[in-house]
């Protein structure tokens, strides 16, 4: 049986080891997740998804605020563990550590050596990509640059978003890293390195990066929009406070870019650069999210055409 260490902290890490701990041929020694966070409004602090797992299945559990140096990882490295498997972890690994395993590699959610980094799938929606994928790698010191040792990739759908994408790609890292670790250990998988004129970057998406830009086309505005639901979710102005809009739909329309083109007592269309798009799910500043028709009949019901988002 092999001894592993699992590093990882969100859903989709979490949907990853669970998948390791239903093979038989593994044995998880320790976990390594990231601090317990506040969150929300009410800054409540509440553990990683992969926290829950490891709790649910009794497994030793490391939390350091910083890894590199730290008695959590002395204590890890001394656990006599064949391998480390990472998932979306959050930090890097020390050399120390890496070199103190037979073997390391992380189950990453991009087709490498595209989009190395923090925010792979939202920027593959955000870019239009037709498709996204998972690559199981070596792990090295620098970030997502190790040979990689397999790769899947599944489409992009329209009606996805980065929370879809997210489940779909954890169930298919999970059952990608299952069916290569075997052969992987055993040396019958000889690692590709990657094409360096190929890289391309995904770093954490920026406050910036979430305002929408009523001039770019219908097409840009709603990938983008998908690219950042369910979180950060992108924002414009409506008479200058902040406007969220989580989810919104391709439409026929043409108009003054920002401008509201068409409202009914159910919907609400806005003109881009080039087409239109209708908005589905919204919070207006102050309120709590809501649907569209909620909008039109509360606090949106003084709306009339030609008003404009983006001021």
């Known amino acids: 049986m092999t001894k592993l260490v699992f590093m990882g902290t969100p859903a989709f890490s979490a949907t990853v080891l669970e998948g390791l701990l239903t093979d038989e041929r593994y044995e998880i020694v320790a976990v ?15 553990m990683t998804p992969v926290k829950e797992v490891a709790l649910a299945h ?3 559990i490391y939390q350091p605020e910083k890894l590199s140096g730290s008695e959590e990882m002395a204590q890890v490295m001394a656990l006599g563990a064949d391998g480390i498997v990472t998932a979306a972890y959050g930090q890097f690994l020390p050399s120390k550590l890496l070199n103190s395993m037979d073997f390391a590699v992380n189950v990453h959610a ?23 994928g998972v690559t199981i790698m070596e792990m090295v010191k620098e970030m997502d ?19 879809t994408m997210f489940e779909k790609l954890a169930v298919l890292g999970r059952d990608l890293l299952l069916e290569t670790l075997p052969a992987y250990i055993a040396g019958e998988v000889k690692p590709v390195p990657q094409d360096a ?6 770093p954490n998406i920026s406050p910036e990066e979430e305002r929408l830009d009523w001039n770019k086309s219908a097409r840009d505005i709603f990938n983008q929009i998908r690219g950042m639901y369910p979180w950060p979710v992108a924002h414009t102005l409506l008479d ?3 406007f969220k809009i989580y989810e919104a739909d391709l439409v026929e329309g043409q108009g003054q870019a920002g401008h509201i083109i068409e409202k009914t007592k159910k919907s609400l269309v806005v003109a881009t650069g080039q087409g239109a798009i209708s908005l589905k799910t919204v919070q207006p500043a102050g309120k709590p999210r809501m649907a569209i028709t909620d909008f039109l009949n509360g606090v949106g019901r003084n709306l009339e055409v030609g008003d404009a988002f983006g001021h």
């Open 110 to 132: 991009s087709l490498l050596p595209k989009y190395r980094g923090g925010a792979p799938i939202h920027y593959a929606i955000i870019n239009g990509d037709a498709e996204a």
């Open 145 to 163: 640059a190790g040979d990689m040792v397999s790769q899947k990739a599944l489409p992009i759908l329209d009606e996805d978003n980065v929370g």
């Open 197 to 202: 004129s190929q890289v391309t970057f995904s």
């Open 240 to 242: 200058g406070k902040r």
């Open 32 to 46: 390594v997740t990231q601090p317990d966070r506040a969150v929300g409004r009410k800054k409540e602090i509440r």
């Open 58 to 60: 009794d497994l030793p």
